[in-house]
Every structure is written in structure tokens, then in C-alpha cells.
């Protein structure tokens, strides 16, 4: 668990797609701050460059102390962080307020070690892991990361979701039986396909925007 990252959140006094625009024009990027304890959410901006150094790292386990306009500190998971499908430019940003003592959803991002050791890699199986883990857990409990280390899987083999070791007062929210990494077989070595079958199609990448953000965007 690593120490909160301060963040400055400034005033905003209008919104809507055309202010929240000039906003990002000028280097700021538009924000909003809610949590059950929070009685009306507060709007602000944020100086991209700010941003930009937060989503460069652990962002979906990061906990942040974010200053707010009227002086005041409070503790925050950012919960949804819209960007620009082509730039990757910080668009939006919804940050939850954590409430010391109540446990939270949280997305933990997934660290693998030990992907070239792993005989089933070096055979020349691929291996695939899921990117994020679900799970519930006190403000001062999120790990930054879920470890594991899959240097003994041969072809085949998986690790489930009953198989990680969590931090303590940590709880998975994901089915206990669902595989988060695995090495298969490698396309290059299957049997080739006929000439007669289609491509299969390009993935599309679908950028969602948080219920906040859109409430934002709207006004």
C-alpha cells in the first residue's frame, strides 16, 4: 500500500460541454467529487499535467488526498477517468470520496512475475491474464496491485481467482473458479486455418463515461 498522492483541485464556477471545452484548452481538465458522505457533489478542475502524472501510474487503486477549493483535504479513489479514444487526453474525472472505516468496491490492477520462466511460455504458449481483479476493501487496506507469479505454468495450466493470496481484510467479489491467468497454445503452432475462413475482426476499443461525467457534461 503506498502513501496518498496530493492532488489540487481548483474552483470551477460554470459547466457544460462548451466551458468544460475551454477548460481543456487551457489546461485544465473538468472534475467532480461525490461519495455518500458528500451532500452535493463538488465540481472543479484539475491542471492536466497533474492528471497525467496520476494516470500514468495505478490510477483504478491509487488513493489520493485531494484538496479541495475551500481548503479542505479529503481522501479519494478516482472511479472513472474518461480520455480522448485517439490522444489519450484526460477528458473527465470523477473521484469517490473513501470514508475511513467503510469498505469499497475497487478494481486492483494484476502484476504478473515470471512470465519468461514459465515452461509453457518457453514451449511456446501464450500467456494470458486479466487485466484488473474486483475486489471489496477498507480505504487504508487497497493494495496497489495483485501479485502473482506464474514461472511453474506449463501449457494449460491456469491460476484462478481462489488461488491469489490477498491482503488481509481484502475480499474478492469475483467468482472463486474464474481463471486470472493461463498459458495456451500458441496460434502460430495450431493448425493452419483454411484459406476460405475470414479474418476475425479488429477489436474496438468503447470508451465509457462515467454517470458523474455525463451529469457534468449535460449541464
Given at each position: 500500500?503506498?502513501?496518498?498522492?496530493?492532488?489540487?483541485?481548483?474552483?470551477?464556477?460554470?459547466?457544460?460541454?462548451?466551458?468544460?471545452?475551454?477548460?481543456?484548452?487551457?489546461?485544465?481538465?473538468?472534475?467532480?467529487?461525490?461519495?455518500?458522505?458528500?451532500?452535493?457533489?463538488?465540481?472543479?478542475?484539475?491542471?492536466?499535467?497533474?492528471?497525467?502524472?496520476?494516470?500514468?501510474?495505478?490510477?483504478?487503486?491509487?488513493?489520493?488526498?485531494?484538496?479541495?477549493?475551500?481548503?479542505?483535504?479529503?481522501?479519494?479513489?478516482?472511479?472513472?477517468?474518461?480520455?480522448?479514444?485517439?490522444?489519450?487526453?484526460?477528458?473527465?474525472?470523477?473521484f469517490l470520496h473513501l470514508?475511513?472505516?467503510?469498505?469499497?468496491?475497487?478494481?486492483?490492477?494484476?502484476?504478473?512475475?515470471?512470465?519468461?520462466?514459465?515452461?509453457?511460455?518457453?514451449?511456446?504458449?501464450?500467456?494470458?491474464?486479466?487485466?484488473e481483479i474486483e475486489v471489496?476493501?477498507?480505504?487504508?487496506?487497497?493494495?496497489?496491485?495483485?501479485?502473482?507469479?506464474?514461472?511453474?505454468?506449463?501449457?494449460?495450466?491456469?491460476?484462478?481467482?481462489?488461488?491469489?493470496?490477498?491482503?488481509?481484510?481484502?475480499?474478492?467479489?469475483?467468482?472463486?473458479?474464474?481463471?486470472?491467468?493461463?498459458?495456451?497454445?500458441?496460434?502460430?503452432?495450431?493448425?493452419?486455418?483454411?484459406?476460405?475462413?475470414?479474418?476475425?475482426?479488429?477489436?474496438?476499443?468503447?470508451?465509457?463515461?462515467?454517470?458523474?461525467?455525463?451529469?457534468?457534461?449535460?449541464?
Open positions: 500500500m503506498s502513501e496518498l498522492v496530493t492532488i489540487e483541485m481548483e474552483a470551477r464556477e460554470k459547466t457544460g460541454k462548451g466551458e468544460n471545452g475551454r477548460l481543456r484548452h487551457s489546461g485544465y481538465v473538468p472534475c467532480i467529487l461525490y461519495g455518500p458522505e458528500i451532500k452535493e457533489n463538488i465540481k472543479g478542475k484539475l491542471k492536466i499535467r497533474d492528471v497525467q502524472k496520476v494516470l500514468a501510474g495505478r490510477w483504478e487503486s491509487m488513493r489520493l488526498n485531494v484538496k479541495l477549493p475551500n481548503g479542505e483535504e479529503e481522501m479519494c479513489l478516482i472511479r472513472e477517468a474518461q480520455r480522448h479514444p485517439l490522444t489519450d487526453m484526460p477528458l473527465h474525472i470523477d470514508v475511513r472505516g467503510r469498505k469499497i468496491n475497487v478494481n486492483i490492477p494484476v502484476e504478473v512475475t515470471g512470465r519468461d520462466d514459465a515452461p509453457g511460455v518457453k514451449e511456446g504458449g501464450v500467456l494470458e491474464v486479466v487485466r471489496m476493501s477498507l480505504p487504508m487496506s487497497i493494495p496497489d496491485a495483485i501479485h502473482i507469479d506464474v514461472s511453474n505454468l506449463g501449457v494449460g495450466d491456469a491460476i484462478h481467482a481462489k488461488d491469489l493470496v490477498l491482503p488481509e481484510g481484502v475480499e474478492l467479489l469475483v467468482e472463486p473458479d474464474e481463471v486470472v491467468a493461463i498459458v495456451v497454445t500458441s496460434r502460430g503452432v495450431e493448425e493452419a486455418a483454411p484459406e476460405t475462413e475470414a479474418p476475425a475482426a479488429a477489436d474496438v476499443e468503447v470508451v465509457a463515461k462515467g454517470k458523474a461525467a455525463k451529469e457534468d457534461e449535460a449541464e
